[in-house]
């Protein structure tokens, strides 16, 4: 805990018996529209009790946490994850949208693996970008060596081999009407991603490590530990962190 001044037990009790009335407010809001007519009014005022109990839970394990080092077992989604899904009932198309973040942490490393890429298979330096430039000696000759030579998921597990260091990621999938014609979206490939379509999404970060005590929830990027030594290099790798990031499924 820190040394900021620390929520009280009032402030505590106070924040849970608001928690209590924005539970009972949204079940109320529930129950008249099903009683009553559907209609706009009544998805507003059922959306409104909805944000006002997600910000009630919010503030109620904040204060629960700095009072008593707990947290609920809880998890109320963001505005980011809570569209409402208005594709497809049963899609029989489907696109995967991705986007994985790295730093380049070691540029010795990098630059030592492309120029070892390139040694072994000369035609590879074929994919950077002026004749100048050389593996061994660009950071930007050395990742169009790296990442025109591997697999993304290849790289994924693999990326401290070649100097570099994961950040945040994302997977959504997303129902289309129909698929896409050869080449259709090649010079948009992201305007698509719209999140009222979205099937399911997995996102990591290490953000959700923040609390350690709430267990991670599974997702299709989820690292299981298994490590293949035969991607080691001659002198040897580091062997990957235990604490793989958590995993956020929607």
């Known amino acids: 805990m820190s040394d900021v001044a620390q929520p ?3 402030e ?3 924040s849970v018996e608001a928690l209590k009335s924005a539970l ?3 079940l109320a809001a529930i129950e008249r529209r099903a009683r009553g007519t559907r209609g706009a009014a009544a998805d507003a005022a059922v959306n409104a009790a909805y944000d006002a109990l997600a910000a009630a839970g919010e503030a109620y394990d904040a204060l629960l946490y700095g009072a008593y080092d707990e947290v ?5 989604p963001n505005d980011e994850s809570t569209h409402a899904y208005l594709g497809p009932d049963e899609p029989t198309a489907l696109s995967v949208y991705m986007r994985r973040d790295y730093t380049v942490s070691d540029t010795l490393r990098l630059l030592a693996q492309a120029q070892r890429v390139t040694d072994l298979d000369p035609d590879a330096v ?3 970008q002026g004749e100048a430039e050389t593996p061994g000696s660009s950071v930007h000759a050395a990742l169009g060596v790296i990442f025109g030579e591997f697999e993304p998921d290849e790289l994924a597990t693999r990326h401290r081999e070649f100097g570099l260091e994961e950040g945040d990621s994302t997977l959504w999938v997303v129902a289309d009407d129909e698929p896409a014609e050869p080449g259709e979206w090649l010079d948009q490939p992201f305007d698509g991603a719209d999140p009222a379509r979205v ?3 997995y996102d990591i970060s290490t953000v959700f490590d923040e609390d350690e005590s709430i267990p991670a929830k599974g997702g299709a990027d989820e690292d299981d530990g298994d490590d293949d030594g035969d991607y080691g290099d001659e002198e040897g790798d580091e062997e990957p962190e235990d604490d793989a990031p958590a995993v956020s499924a929607r």
């Open 126 to 128: 074929d994919l950077t």
């Open 8 to 10: 009280t037990a009032a």
């Open 12 to 14: 505590v009790r106070a």
């Open 24 to 26: 009972d407010r949204h």
């Open 72 to 76: 609920t077992p809880f998890e109320i």
């Open 199 to 201: 099937v399911c999404r």
